[in-house]
């Protein structure tokens, strides 16, 4: 499934500190695309994961403690470019 993350960016050295440090990707996930805002407040990823509630527990491990996170998973059927 598709599901698109908002990250409204609490700690900026602490969450984009967490991003250099490449933290791994476990099998079954999939960082689509990642954008960073012109505001260092702000990003947004698209990922290809099994649900929410497991990608949650791993943004939130990663980057939660830099960042409150909202999840949209997306419509494929209604969705374009994808």
């Not at 969450?15 to 954008?35: D, H, Q």
């Not at 805002?37 to 994961?49: K, R, T, V």
Request: proline share 7%; with cysteine; charged share 15%.
């Amino acid at each position: 499934m598709n599901i698109l993350v908002s990250h409204k960016i609490t700690d900026p050295d602490a969450y984009w500190g967490a991003l250099s440090a490449n933290p791994p990707v476990p099998e079954g996930f999939k960082v689509l695309i990642f954008m960073a805002g012109d505001d260092p407040s702000a990003s947004a990823c698209l990922w290809s994961a099994p649900d929410v509630s497991s990608l949650s527990a791993l943004v939130d491990k990663t980057v939660g403690h830099a960042s409150s996170n909202n999840y949209m998973v997306i419509n494929d059927a209604k969705s374009f470019g994808l």
